[in-house]
């Protein structure tokens, strides 16, 4: 009877020590994953809409496409292309009753990366920029005067301010953010209409993770479930019912 009593304390041993070693092994590869998606390098594309903010009778919107990568997890790096919305100036040439105008620039952007979690993300982007205003002439009937174009010598823009975003899945995010944004400018006119504060509304795509997603979705999975293993969220206890072959407990 003692020897009995003695395999089944063995046997309840045994399987604490499996199932102990089991959730230390996958704990270290959890470990692992985690940080090789986290620190890797990432290449993002971003599309975004800028406009003016607090400035009584100034209303300058912006378009924006930022192309770069985030590497190290802290850093981003990338460059940058805008275009406005086309604006009305005033002619002070006879011929011209007024001019349809726009800012059109490119340049250079970094990001300081301070939380970039599954779901959510924060940075502290800053741009320099060369820009120049492209100004097409009007008639009184509001026909282009081709001859009378003309373009405004270059200048530099400098921006900088803060963004959050949602991460609405493992590729696409939703950004939204506040800034400042300074011209370089010998024009008092450009000065007054681009020296402005303003925020911004964005749409942020990760092309690498998104090639993952469709070619290297094992990769994925798993990453997931490292993530996902000690979480009590919704979106957690819903992929672990959808996997639950992923899970020894």
């Known amino acids: 009877m003692k020897w009995w009593l003695l395999f089944i304390a063995m046997g309840y041993a045994s ?5 102990n070693y089991t959730s230390e092994r996958d704990s270290i590869e959890d470990a692992e994953i985690l940080h090789y998606f986290k620190y890797r390098t990432k290449l993002q594309f971003r599309i975004g809409h800028e406009r003016t903010l607090l400035n009584t009778g100034v209303n300058v919107k912006l378009n924006t496409f930022r192309l770069g990568l ?20 005033v002619s002070q040439v006879p011929e011209v009753n007024y001019y349809k105008s726009a800012i059109v620039g490119f340049g250079i952007y970094g990001e300081y990366v301070f ?5 959510f993300y924060l940075g502290a982007p800053v741009s320099f920029s060369s820009a120049r205003v492209k100004s097409l002439a009007q008639d009184n009937s509001d026909n282009p005067l081709q001859q009378f174009d003309k ?5 530099n823009v400098f921006s900088m301010g803060v963004t959050g975003g ?7 995010t939703l950004s939204a953010g506040l800034g400042y944004r300074y011209t370089y400018s010998t024009q008092q006119g450009e000065r007054n209409r681009f020296n402005t504060p303003f925020y911004s509304l964005g749409l942020k795509w990760r092309f690498g993770q998104f090639v993952e997603t469709i ?35």
Not at 166 to 172: A, D, F, T, V
Request: aromatic share 24%; glycine share 2%.
């Open 115 to 119: 939380i970039d979690t599954y779901r």
């Open 166 to 172: 949602y991460n609405i899945n493992y590729w696409l």
């Open 15 to 19: 399987l604490g020590w499996s199932q």
């Open 215 to 249: 070619f290297q979705h094992k990769k994925v999975v798993r990453m997931k479930q490292a993530y996902f293993r000690n979480k009590d969220t919704w979106r957690a206890n819903t992929f672990r019912k959808r996997h639950r072959e992923l899970y020894h407990d």
């Open 70 to 89: 985030q590497f190290k997890y802290r850093y981003k790096f990338g460059v940058i292309a805008f275009v406005s919305k086309r604006y009305n100036t």
């Open 151 to 155: 373009f405004s010598d270059r200048f």
